[in-house]
């Protein structure tokens, strides 16, 4: 009864794949007359369509009920993860599977243009992300919250940094300041220098200095003997401490840089503890965490995943 | 009691790395370098792109790992620089990276006499990641169309003759991030086109297995690898000159490792609790 | 068109692991009982919301430093039970978002488990933020948050880079307990030195079928056992097979040009 019943769903599965893969084709063989690269009012126009056609898309979607919505979703992954399965796992050229002119892999044209769609989806987020720390700090600001200088701060830094970045792209000789004082001549190139330069990079590279710091008292704090492989992982731990800088490499400089004692030298050992034992390591749980991707990419495309966000499964 | 003596002991530890770091900005140590196989083979990769071809400088980093990145950036386009290969600065990870990229060959242009368009252009950073990368690699040209300063790049003279990743003899892959396997999947797989891999050292482990299958060429290992192709250049420049403070930091460390261990075991030898038992 | 396909071996292994993932998922939807070994990291999880809770101080639920991704989704999986346990004994969840689509599912999540309990009230969408999507930005808006809100339990899922042990440090630094996660290999070490307890590897993919104990999860888990062991095979038989004088030496040769990229 159960076999039946996943025979039955997997049967759906591969003809709601074919109608997709077969709409998708199609799709683009339709619409390819229609779009064609725009330039000037009518890129414009083409862009202000697009916008108007998702917008009544959305709302459209969001009046439906839950279960319908639903369904939308999990039929648009199914088919969005079709198109790359079968673009990757069919061959670029083959008489069997591809009855076209010239037998292509009639998904590889496509593979641009859905990843650049992707794109662009994700590029509407930005404005998400500057709705959502505006909010934040805005909050803060009216609320004058304790630490409400911060969220000052990060307004000035966020204006500024957009207006000159902006300003530095498409007019960087323009002149800010001309003889006041002084001062000569500011142009904004000259002020996006300044702040990318003097403030955005030397804040970055000091926030990963601080990790040394944090590393030592980690290593003060952490690293105890407590067990045989313990005391393993510190003596390879010495070794590739070691064998990265002069004062290690001088400290068995006297032995032979060729030879079987060559071997023994510390740079040798740490290069051999890096490239053979750690790799054989990383390697095998790469694979693990590999095929644990495989598994949670098939529980989504398919629709198996259960928990909060996913709800039930149809 | 116990949280007052770990407030003392970690400022007691940062004041005691900040002085073994620092006494290296006064005192002047010179530091020698054994090259390991990895960084030679990156060097041996980088003279042995044809003249015809390209390199790409690849520069997906940012300014917080330029200690290590900024400093392999500029032993490998001093390398490229010097010798007269051609190379194009390049990133799509970090949108600082290639204005970082630009900064460093602009500095290091004049020493050998090289100009930008004609032995060196910079594309700049292009967004879409994997999809940019994989179209890319199809047709330059067509992809990047304009460089950092919003020119076409078929107007430079480096650009002629450059179409695909065929025409590229080298990526040198800079990046504190496992941006590498996207140009082992979507280039290096379909084309075949060499990579060298430059990474932060805490990445470095991460970068063995694709060396030992072949799929790069080289490797340089953060600081220390940027030090190693200094010394292959034969020339004295910063990684080098910071090498000191780095042997000083981990002689440092390891040195709080053996303290922390004896008073470990001291404590349970007296028969107290060592505090919370760390588990996986 | 040259985009990369993959050859007859890397389809039919790929193929052949996902078949085997869903039969076991099959089977333990069948009634199949699957075990699952003890992971002491999830284990602890609910120790430390009740630990915070006793304390009277907020957690935290970082996601990681990558944006929508396998890792990312699964990391949500975790947080979504960390926050069901939160709203349950009303406690906060702070979970600084690294990516603006992120963001959005978070505080869908957190505001559901927050509803499903019974306290909707409860639910502060100001404790959902986006702070950066750069790293170093993000690393010092947490270590910000946990020092200012003094938290008591830190949860540290997903794929994280260097920041790792800065946020693991200030975690230490107030004293909360820490429980981390993630498949990011390099950083594995940061976090079992800083955390008290840490999910390595594919534990943490685990995570998810552990903490619910859903039928399909645990097939999932057992199939992917199965399929790593597939894995182990190929290697065994490319590496007995891998020196030259050998006569079966043709199979190592085989294995590697059609599991090369390209090949």
Not at chain 2, 26 to 50: D, Q
Request: one cysteine or more; hydrophobic letters at 50%.
């Amino acid at each position: 009864m159960q076999a039946r019943k996943w025979a039955i769903v997997a049967a759906i599965y591969a003809v709601s794949g074919l109608l997709g893969a077969v709409a998708l084709w199609g799709l683009t063989h339709l619409l390819s007359p229609v779009f064609r690269p725009a330039t000037g009012v009518a890129f414009g126009l083409a862009i202000a369509a697009s916008v108007v056609l998702w917008i009544g898309l959305i709302a459209v979607i969001h009046r439906l009920p839950a279960a319908v919505k639903k369904r939308i979703v999990v039929t648009a992954t199914f088919v969005a993860g079709l198109f790359y399965v079968l673009e990757y796992y069919l061959p670029a050229k083959s008489a069997v599977f591809f009855w076209r002119a010239h037998h292509t892999n009639p998904f590889s044209p496509m593979i641009f243009t859905v990843g650049d769609a992707v794109s662009v989806i994700f590029g509407f987020t930005f404005f998400l992300a500057a709705f959502s720390l505006s909010l934040v700090h805005g909050k803060s600001i009216a609320a004058r919250r304790p630490g409400y200088h911060n969220s000052i701060a990060f307004f000035v830094a966020f204006i500024m940094m957009a207006v000159f970045g902006l300003w530095e792209t498409y007019s960087p000789d323009t002149t800010l300041i001309h003889h006041i004082g002084w001062i000569r001549r500011v142009t904004a190139h000259q002020v996006y220098d300044h702040l990318f330069n003097s403030m955005y990079v030397p804040l970055t590279a000091t926030l990963f200095s601080v990790l040394s710091f944090y590393m030592a008292t980690a290593a003060f704090r952490a690293f105890r003997i407590r067990s045989a492989e313990a005391a393993f992982m510190m003596v390879a731990a010495f070794f590739c401490m070691m064998g990265q800088v002069p004062l290690g490499m001088w400290l068995t400089h006297n032995l032979p840089l060729h030879g079987p004692l060559s071997h023994l030298r510390m740079e040798a050992m740490a290069n051999w503890t890096l490239g053979v034992i750690s790799m054989a390591g990383l390697r095998a749980v790469t694979f693990g965490v590999l095929v644990g991707g495989l598994a949670i990419s098939l529980r989504i495309w398919l629709n198996l995943e259960r928990g909060a966000f996913f709800e039930q499964e149809l | 009691m116990e949280q007052s003596s770990q407030f003392w002991s970690r400022r007691i530890i940062w004041l005691l790395l900040a002085i073994a770091t620092g006494i290296f900005i006064v005192v002047k140590v010179k530091a020698v370098m054994y090259v390991s196989r990895p960084a030679l083979s990156l060097y041996e990769a980088v003279e042995r792109v044809p003249a015809d071809k390209i390199i790409v400088v690849s520069c997906n980093w940012e300014p917080g790992t330029r200690g290590e990145n900024g400093l392999q950036t500029e032993a490998l386009i001093r390398h490229c620089l010097r010798n007269g290969k051609h190379f194009a600065i390049f990133g799509w990870a970090y949108p600082a990276g290639p204005q970082l990229g630009q900064q460093i060959a602009e500095r290091l242009q004049g020493r050998y006499h090289r100009r930008y368009g004609t032995d060196w252009v910079n594309w700049g950073y292009k967004t879409g990641q994997n999809n940019m990368v994989r179209a890319w690699a199809q047709n330059i040209p067509g992809t990047i169309k304009e460089d950092i300063l919003h020119k076409p790049i078929t107007s430079y003279p480096v650009m002629r003759g450059i179409r695909s990743a065929r025409d590229v003899g080298l990526i040198l892959e800079i990046t504190p991030s496992d941006t590498l396997v996207t140009y082992v999947r979507f280039v290096y797989g379909i084309y075949g086109t060499p990579i060298g891999y430059a990474c932060t050292g805490v990445m470095a482990p991460e970068g063995f297995p694709y060396l030992d299958a072949g799929q790069i060429v080289g490797l340089l290992k953060g600081l220390a690898g940027a030090a190693e192709y200094e010394q292959l250049l034969h020339y004295r420049g910063e990684a080098l000159k910071r090498m000191p403070a780095q042997s000083s930091a981990h002689l440092l460390i390891i040195a709080l490792i053996v303290v922390g261990n004896v008073l470990y075991f001291r404590a349970r030898r007296r028969g107290e609790a060592p505090g919370r038992r760390l588990s996986t | 068109m040259s985009t990369q396909h993959a050859n007859a071996l890397q389809a039919a292994i790929v193929a052949i692991i996902g078949v085997v993932i869903l039969y076991m998922i099959l089977s333990a939807r069948g009634g199949r009982q699957l075990f699952i070994r003890r992971i002491p990291g999830l284990a602890a999880i609910d120790e430390a919301v009740g630990r915070a809770t006793e304390m009277g101080r907020p957690l935290l639920f970082s996601t990681g430093l990558v944006g929508v991704d396998i890792d990312t989704l699964q990391a949500l999986a975790i947080a979504q039970y960390v926050s069901r346990l939160a709203a349950r004994y009303g406690n906060r969840l702070i979970v600084p978002a690294v990516d603006p689509v992120i963001f959005a599912i978070a505080e869908q999540l957190v505001r559901e488990a927050y509803t499903a309990e019974g306290k909707p009230e409860a639910f502060r969408s100001d404790d959902i933020r986006f702070l950066s999507s750069e790293q170093f930005p993000y690393a010092a808006g947490v270590m910000g948050i946990i020092n200012r809100e003094r938290v008591a339990s830190t949860f540290f899922f997903g794929y994280f880079y260097a920041e790792a042990l800065l946020l693991s440090e200030t975690g230490q630094e107030v004293g909360a307990i820490q429980i981390a996660g993630t498949p990011a290999t390099t950083q594995i070490p940061f976090f079992l030195a800083s955390c008290d307890y840490t999910i390595i590897g594919d534990e943490f993919y685990a995570a998810s079928a552990y903490l619910t104990r859903e039928p399909t999860l645990l097939g999932s888990l057992v199939g992917q056992d199965i399929g790593k062991a597939l894995l182990m095979l190929l290697v065994i038989i490319g590496t007995a097979t891998a020196a030259p004088h050998l006569p079966l030496h043709v199979v190592s040769q085989w294995l590697a040009r059609m599991l090369h990229p390209g090949g």
